[in-house]
């Protein structure tokens, strides 16, 4: 068997994507605004991804179509997208029925009346990093989270954005540190190194952009966003709040997150007719309807890992690969180039955990040649991943976050503080790193 060999134009179709979405979405924005419409909704995400998985068909044109129907279905086939699939749709049914009982606003309303109206949103980043770290995924606690946090913002007279990115912020943290985390089991098998080592070098870096860098600046926007004076009491049902609440528990408790959502799903109904704001009927038509609201960010899910499978094959991920070893200079330019080898995938495929698993190899043998701790290795995989995950507007993440907030994903990237501030203390941790690893 050859191996792929390194093609730059392999990455065309990302570039096709970043094109075609970010500048028309800046054009109609900006330049050519269309009356009731927002400038980054008149060109549909699923049409960029289409256009651009064209581009990587009519590539390569030694392959047969069937051959590279037979690579995508292999990248749509991967674990880690099947998992994601069926999280979307279960995220639907339980998001759908929540906000139709009314569960999700008395939730708000409930949180608003315990916590001053000025702390709401760093309370929702403490809580969505407790819940990350406890399920270990930060998708299954965007679903969870998001529309608590758009009632809050919305209820608080908060920027819907902010608070959404504060909670995907949230999840990233957690979903960084989790022991049970698809992106910590591939980091630390990749490397050979023991979960406590990795959580302990993530943890010096990750906390200090969560507590420091984060929190103080984020209290100070709510602080500035919302007035006291101007907050009211909510009236709500403390009992339509319940499904929400036992939901936050069990997801903090560390119950699989597929019983979590599908729990979620049918308490919320029980509570919702028996509280008389849904019947039988209605219920079973919020899930649906809630389902159907997923079905753009699944389609995009299938499209980005079709693309990717394709990309991979034409070679793009190996002159990402070759390029990085060539530039590397020196212990500290080992570190940065595994962080770059890592986002740079992570960006290819909208996936950190495939990133992670595929910049893993080459990773491990810049580890060696560059006289860096494993353990090192492993948490600047994780932590690159983590932040490129967290910000880039076709991730499932703010993908997610976005549906469900009713917003556009680029509208949430100015308010990840926590991923750039995650960035920039990375970065002065590998820059103060002197230790070279010694076996």
Not at 126 to 134: F, K, Q, T
């Amino acid at each position: 068997m050859n191996e792929t060999k390194p093609n730059l134009k392999a990455l065309l179709p990302i570039l096709i994507f970043l094109i075609v979405y970010l500048g028309s979405g800046i054009y109609y924005e900006y330049i050519n605004p269309q009356k009731g419409q927002m400038g980054f909704y008149v060109m549909s995400v699923v049409v960029a991804f289409m256009i651009a998985l064209i581009v990587a068909f009519i590539q390569n044109p030694a392959l047969s179509f069937e051959k590279k129907i037979h690579i995508c279905a292999k990248g749509v086939g991967d674990d880690n997208i099947v998992t994601m699939l069926f999280i979307f749709l279960m995220a639907g049914a339980f998001s759908g029925v929540a906000q139709a009982s009314g569960s999700a606003t008395s939730t708000a309303y409930l949180l608003l009346d315990i916590i001053p109206p000025n702390f709401a949103v760093p309370a929702l980043f403490i809580i969505a990093c407790l819940i990350s770290m406890a399920m270990g995924t930060s998708v299954g606690t965007i679903t969870v989270l998001v529309p608590i946090a758009f009632a809050v913002a919305k209820s608080a007279e908060l920027g819907i954005p902010l608070g959404v990115a504060t909670v995907v912020g949230g999840a990233m943290f957690g979903d960084n540190l989790s022991f049970i985390s698809d992106t910590t089991i591939a980091a630390t098998k990749t490397q050979g190194v023991e979960m406590k080592d990795k959580f302990r070098v993530n943890f010096k870096i990750a906390l200090p952009a969560a507590k420091f860098d984060y929190i103080i600046p984020l209290a100070a926007v709510s602080f500035a966003m919302a007035d006291p004076a101007e907050i009211k009491n909510f009236d709500y049902n403390l009992f339509q709040a319940l499904p929400y609440l036992l939901v936050l528990i069990a997801s903090i408790v560390g119950i699989n997150v597929f019983i979590v959502l599908g729990f979620g799903a049918i308490f919320s109904s029980i509570i919702g007719i028996a509280t008389k704001s849904l019947t039988i009927a209605t219920a079973f038509s919020a899930m649906g309807e809630g389902t159907k609201n997923m079905f753009e960010t699944m389609i995009v899910t299938i499209l980005v890992a079709s693309m990717g499978a394709l990309m991979k094959e034409y070679g793009g991920f190996q002159w990402i690969l070759e390029i990085i070893r060539k530039s590397l200079k020196g212990h500290r330019g080992g570190m940065l180039g595994v962080g770059l080898l890592t986002s740079l995938l992570d960006v290819a495929t909208a996936n950190n955990t495939v990133a992670i698993v595929m910049s893993g190899p080459i990773a491990k043998d810049i580890s060696k040649e560059f006289n860096i701790d494993p353990k090192k290795t492993a948490s600047l995989m994780d932590i690159f991943s983590c932040i490129c995950q967290g910000i880039i507007p076709y991730g499932a993440q703010l993908l997610i976050a976005a549906s469900l907030a009713h917003i556009t994903s680029i509208q949430i990237i100015p308010y990840l503080f926590y991923q750039f501030l995650l960035l920039a203390c990375v970065l002065i941790y590998i820059i103060h790193d002197r230790t070279e690893y010694i076996k």
